[in-house]
């Protein structure tokens, strides 16, 4: 693994201002002084309890909502996102191929030919058949739909993917079928992924480090083998031991 | 969506409509007397094989009368909820998507619209435009139409605002207005297509109740509320008058009706 940098997240803090002009504004604070990189081609994960501020953070990286405080740096292109429900991430109006082609359209540089050369690269890439071009996001099982999610995801060939949950709301085998996949287009496409995921066996078998967030803040990272085998943090044992 | 199957409401609906329509465009070409001839038969006779609804007082064809005021209202109508369906799904979409201020003032307006009975506030509308003209009455209606398109679409709108496709394809640089075109409209049709269909019988009788009351279509222009207030002139000698032109009212909005209850019904089944 090379040492180059796809992200810089420094010092950051932020959270919501809510209110609208007739009421009075409140602000919550979810984020509080985080700091960490993503290397080039590595799969980092993000563990912690539910309303920890994992979402919060992905939605700070995208640009989705400012941060109040610190720098977060990209040295990619836009990067894009994989959700966890897979029912709700693809369009139920149109047909797979019309999704797929999507992203290309708005790209606005390729001809028609080409980007329906594109759209059967990714599905081979994504191992589904060309079959399913034609139908509906619901005639899909859940396995597939996530297949073209990642596929819409990846077809404006971004170098960095924030995943929250992928695989959460699937069965297991379908959870192992997908993080193969994940694992195998990394190593194809040469990308590098931040993994959101309260699943810490999930990040046992998928990720190269581990950043171990609680109450908005990172309390612990390293390698996978570092956290997994010599936690530091009591949070992070808890963690461990509750997922045994 | 599942495979979207016809269940007997729409089936019926649009059997029901499609016929009145292929009579309403047949009218407007054809029609077995001409609507406005005096004396093609008796005065005042009771429907016959000649005169499929009767004649009135000056012995015109009710049935010629009938489809040719019926184009007239369906031509109303259907303007009417283009006006409402286009500008309140336009407010909606802006309103539902942006949110804020724009979405305060917009709404809080709406609701002051809506205050107002729907006929009153045409009314007042026809009284600034000039009473008596087809296209007054059918901006007038259009526009007192729009508040309720514009609450339903923005509820729709708002709520698939953040839900993933829309997330998902916002970060890969598509413009707002591709978003609420592309994206965001087809998946509001669930909402939209019923929404028509009421907005639709409304304007059938909201355009039936001023003409009726003489501030809507007058003539040489004939809809089916201006004859229905020339029946209730002759009800007594030529009831036949009433209830054909009624009847046709009934069937219209009835088929149109059903459209929207199977749409209804449609939508429950595969939520």
């Not at chain 1, 050369?117 to 059967?120: A, P």
């Given at each position: ?6 992200l810089s997240?420094?010092?950051v803090s932020?959270?919501y201002h809510?209110g609208?002009?007739?009421r ?17 081609g590595?799969?980092?994960g ?5 309303g920890?501020?994992k ?9 989705i ?9 990209h040295y990619?292109k ?5 959700f ?21 359209r708005?790209y606005g ?5 080409e980007r329906k050369?594109?759209?059967?690269d990714?599905?081979?890439r ?7 071009l034609?139908?509906?996001p619901?005639?899909l099982?859940g396995?597939?739909r996530?297949?073209?999610?990642i596929?819409t995801a ?15 709301a699937l069965?297991?085998t379908?959870?192992a079928?997908?993080l ?5 287009l990394?190593?194809?496409?040469d990308l590098s ?9 999930v990040v ?18 390293g ?11 009591d ?10 | 969506?599942?495979?979207a199957?016809l ?20 009218g ?6 001409d ?7 008796p005065?005042?006779?009771?429907p016959?094989w000649?005169?499929?609804m009767?004649?009135d007082k000056?012995g015109?064809d ?5 489809l040719?005021?019926?184009?007239s209202?369906?031509t109303?109508a259907?303007s009417?909820v283009a006006?409402?369906?286009v500008?309140?799904t336009a407010?909606g979409a ?5 949110g804020?201020?724009?979405d305060?003032?917009?709404?809080r ?5 809506t205050?107002?009975p ?9 009284s600034i435009l000039g009473p008596?003209k087809?296209?007054?009455v059918?901006?007038a209606l259009?526009l007192?139409f ?6 339903v679409?923005?509820?729709?709108f708002?709520?698939l605002?953040?839900?993933n496709y829309?997330?998902s394809?916002r970060l ?5 207005g591709?978003i609420l075109?592309v994206?965001?409209l ?10 028509i269909t009421?907005?639709?019988n409304?304007?059938?009788?909201a355009?039936a ?6 501030i ?18 002759m ?6 008058y009433a209830?054909g ?11 149109v009706?059903?459209i ?12």
């Open positions: 693994m090379n040492e180059e940098l796809v997240v420094s010092h932020g959270g809510e609208g002009p007739f009075k504004g409140t602000y919550q604070e979810v984020l509080h002084d985080v700091t960490f990189d993503v290397h080039h590595e799969i980092l993000l563990v912690g309890e539910s920890t501020g979402s919060t953070l992905s939605r700070a990286i995208l640009g909502i400012k941060p109040d405080q610190g720098t977060i740096t990619t836009r990067p894009q996102m994989i966890q429900d897979p029912y709700s991430s693809l369009n139920p109006a149109y047909t797979v191929e019309w999704i797929l082609e999507e992203p290309l708005i540089k390729y001809d028609g030919p050369r594109r759209v059967r990714m599905l081979k994504v191992e589904l058949p060309e079959e399913v034609a139908a509906k619901s005639e099982s396995g597939q996530q297949r073209v999610s596929a990846l077809i404006q060939r971004p170098r960095f993917l924030i995943a929250d949950e992928p695989v959460s069965d297991v379908i959870q079928q997908i193969k996949l994940l694992r195998q990394r190593d194809e496409l992924y931040l993994f959101i995921s309260h699943d810490l066996n046992y078998q998928l990720c190269d480090r581990v950043l171990v967030m609680k109450s908005g803040r990172i309390v612990e990272q390698t996978v083998e570092d956290i997994f085998d010599h936690p530091k943090e949070y992070t044992k808890q963690l461990l031991a509750a997922a045994e | 969506m599942k495979k199957k269940n007997g409401y729409l089936k019926a609906g649009l059997i029901l409509t499609a016929i009145l329509t292929v009579l309403i465009i047949l407007f070409f054809w029609t077995p007397y609507p406005e001839a005096m004396m093609t038969g005065k005042l006779q009771g016959t000649q005169h499929l009767g004649t000056f015109r009710i049935f010629s009368r009938v040719r005021g019926a184009g209202t369906f109303i259907a009417v006006i409402g369906a500008c309140g407010v802006l309103t539902g998507y942006f804020g201020m724009v305060e003032t917009l709404m307006l709406n609701d002051a619209l205050a107002f729907s006929i009153l506030l045409a009314l007042v509308i026809i008596g087809k296209y007054n059918i901006v259009g007192v729009i508040p309720s398109f514009a609450r679409t923005r509820t729709a708002a709520a605002r953040d839900v829309v997330k394809v890969m640089g598509a413009s707002n591709r075109l994206h965001i087809p998946n509001t049709m669930s909402v939209l297509l019923p929404a009421i907005g639709f409304n304007a059938v009788l355009e109740s001023m003409s009726f009351l003489g809507g279509v007058t003539p040489p222009d004939a809809s089916l509320g201006y004859m229905l207030s020339e029946a209730q002139g009800f007594v000698a030529a009831p036949w209830l032109t009624g009847i046709t009212i009934v069937l219209l909005v009835f088929g009706g059903l929207g209850e199977g749409l209804q019904r449609r939508n429950g089944e595969v939520a």
